[in-house]
């Protein structure tokens, strides 16, 4: 059976909760979605207030400081948010990304590797040590480099930290993260933080599966994209007897789990304001299946620098900002595929509902625009999926 691009983006859209705002916990939403990108610490809050039906900050912000959900590093080697027990069963089965990472991993462009800067050094008394200072108490990277370089002092500082912060499972506890609240990205082990050792079963088998209900049906290269762990042919073919498969219209084998929604690839999709980073956009190797070939924006765009994007018919059609100034909170939306007045109406709608989310006490504009003059815009998607823990260490300092 062959599945089109609008069979694949209606299944994608109904596993990821938006077709229709589902009425799951926060919890539970965060778990059937294996885990939310969250190295922006808003992006969850914005990105479960498109899924989940009267979802409220506090919901969010409770089961953080509760210890039920945190934000590490996991799949692509960046941070997830995802609850306290995927985090102890993920980050085995994870860990190699991170030290493959690691091998090649700079910090800046141009300079020697970290694996080269603390070469001779011995790695297991390093992370003993690393662990210690962490679990004394949470530590930012900037407060972790000089302790650890009075241990190696003829050893780069910034080499030895990063070894810790690859290497180990490292949590950033509160208040980073919390709605509302800033706070430097502080870091303890995740047993420290939750009082258990990560689980000892390192086979993938059951997260690849979880992967297909949320995100498939699936190749696996699209697999591969979204958790960049390698030897998945073999996981995919061990699976095999289980799942069902597909092929897309460029021939492509898809793998899916056996009861796996394909809802009609008619069915209508509402408008979704989807946060600057989100899995959505970040977990196919093939994106056709949710952003259009046209996608594109205008250079004298009035949105400038981070951005979300919003789904019109289940494809990225336009893109968001919020900029807030002396009580007073601007939604920007300018499209980036033509849109009807319908569509934009629609779009607008949806938007006073996010911007009541965000700034409920603010004096609120919504602004909506089309695109003019177009430029490729696909490849700035691309990229941040290649986003890696060492960049976004660089943006959390």
Request: no cysteine; hydrophobic share 45%.
């Amino acid at each position: 059976m062959i599945l089109g691009r609008r069979a694949l983006n209606r299944a994608l859209l109904e596993r990821q909760l938006l077709l229709r705002r589902s009425q799951a916990s926060a919890k539970d939403a965060i778990e059937h979605l294996v885990g939310m990108q969250a190295q922006v610490p808003t992006d969850p809050y914005i990105a479960l207030w498109t899924r989940l039906d009267g979802f409220r900050t506090d919901d969010l912000a409770k089961l953080i400081t509760e210890r039920r959900a945190l934000r590490m590093g996991l799949m692509r080697a960046t941070v997830h948010l995802v609850t306290a027990r995927d985090a102890l069963a993920m980050w085995p089965v994870v860990k190699p990304v991170f030290e493959r990472t690691f091998l090649s991993a700079r910090g800046d462009v141009g300079v020697p590797t970290f694996t080269s800067r603390i070469a001779g050094v011995d790695m297991k008394a390093l992370l003993r040590a690393g662990r210690k200072l962490v679990d004394e108490r949470p530590r930012t990277a900037a407060e972790l480099r000089p302790l650890l370089q009075k241990r190696w002092p003829d050893h780069d500082a910034g080499a030895l930290a990063a070894a810790v912060h690859f290497l180990l499972p490292l949590v950033q506890v509160p208040p980073r993260g919390l709605w509302g609240v800033s706070g430097q990205a502080r870091h303890t082990s995740l047993a420290a933080w939750l009082g258990k050792e990560s689980a000892d079963d390192a086979t993938p088998d059951k997260l690849i599966v979880r992967y297909l209900r949320a995100f498939g049906p699936a190749a696996v290269a699209d697999a591969r994209i979204w958790s960049r762990l390698t030897g998945l042919r073999e996981v995919f073919e061990r699976l095999r007897p289980a799942l069902r498969t597909f092929r897309d219209e460029k021939g492509r084998e898809l793998f899916d789990v056996p009861d796996g929604a394909l809802p009609d690839p008619e069915t209508p999709a509402p408008p979704r304001f989807l946060p600057e980073y989100d899995n959505v956009l970040l977990s196919h190797d093939d994106r056709s299946r949710v952003v259009r070939d046209d996608f594109a924006r205008a250079p004298n765009s009035a949105i400038a620098g981070t951005f979300g994007t919003v789904l019109v018919d289940g494809f990225v059609a336009a893109i968001w900002k919020i900029s807030r100034r002396d009580g007073e909170a601007l939604l920007r939306i300018e499209s980036v595929v033509p849109l009807g007045r319908r569509e934009m109406d629609a779009v607008a709608e949806e938007g006073e509902r996010l911007i009541a989310f965000t700034d409920p006490d603010a004096e609120r504009t919504v602004s909506v625009a089309h695109a003019t003059k177009s430029t490729a815009l696909g490849s700035r998607i691309r990229r941040r999926a290649g986003d890696t823990l060492e960049s976004v260490t660089k943006k959390e300092k």
